[in-house]
């Protein structure tokens, strides 16, 4: 009887040992599947990387495109009717205009030196409030003022003077 009982429980334990052993098998292939599946997504990496870069690399010429441009626009602006100083161009010409014909910043043609050189040093007081302006003038010299003042009121007679040529 004994016998009997050790033999079915073995039998048992056979069978539950087959279907683990089968459990396992299918575990094994669906980690197989994986495997497949991340080597094949790895395979994708690169093609979609390049599409990537295709992107960036039209980015990159439409910038240039846009350098361009930007140049000639640049240049469009800064020919000028007459010569200014460096002190204009370099310091105010990008908001006045290269001419002081006005842009950002207003007009200056057709101002005498006095109005000007009382903006300026106005601005550079603070006592009329203008931010950019204020920054701008905070690091200059007197005498720059005077002759940035002097320079531009006489914007007008050179301009005249240059397109009646
Ligand atoms: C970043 C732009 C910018 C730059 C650079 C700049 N300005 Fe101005 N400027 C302005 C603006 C904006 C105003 C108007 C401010 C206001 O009326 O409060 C102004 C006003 C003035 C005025 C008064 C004009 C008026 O109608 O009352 C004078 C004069 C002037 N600027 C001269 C200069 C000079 C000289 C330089 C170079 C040293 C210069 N600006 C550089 C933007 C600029």
């Known amino acids: 009887m004994i016998r009997h009982i050790i033999a079915l429980i073995s039998g048992a334990l056979t069978v539950a040992a087959i279907v683990y052993m089968a459990k396992l098998d299918i575990e094994l292939e669906k980690l197989k599947k ?4 991340i080597e094949k997504s790895k395979l994708e990496v690169p093609i979609t990387k390049t599409a990537q870069s295709v992107q960036q690399q039209q980015k990159e010429e439409e910038s240039e495109e846009e350098k361009q441009l930007k140049m000639l626009k640049e240049k469009a602006g800064n020919i000028s009717a007459f ?6 161009r370099r ?4 908001c006045h205009g290269v001419n002081g014909n006005g842009a950002v910043g207003p007009k200056l043609i057709g101002k005498s030196k006095d109005e000007i050189l009382q903006a300026l040093k106005d601005f550079k007081s603070g006592k009329r409030k203008n ?5 701008l003038l905070s690091n200059m010299k ?4 005077i002759s940035l003042a002097e320079e531009i009121s006489q914007f007008d007679e ?3 003077k240059a397109t009646n040529k």
């Open 34 to 37: 994986i495997e497949e599946i």
């Open 83 to 88: 010569e200014v100083s460096p002190l204009y």
């Open 91 to 94: 310091n105010c010409a990008s």
């Open 131 to 135: 931010y950019v302006m204020y920054g």
């Open 142 to 145: 007197e005498e720059d003022l």
């Open 158 to 160: 050179k301009l005249q």
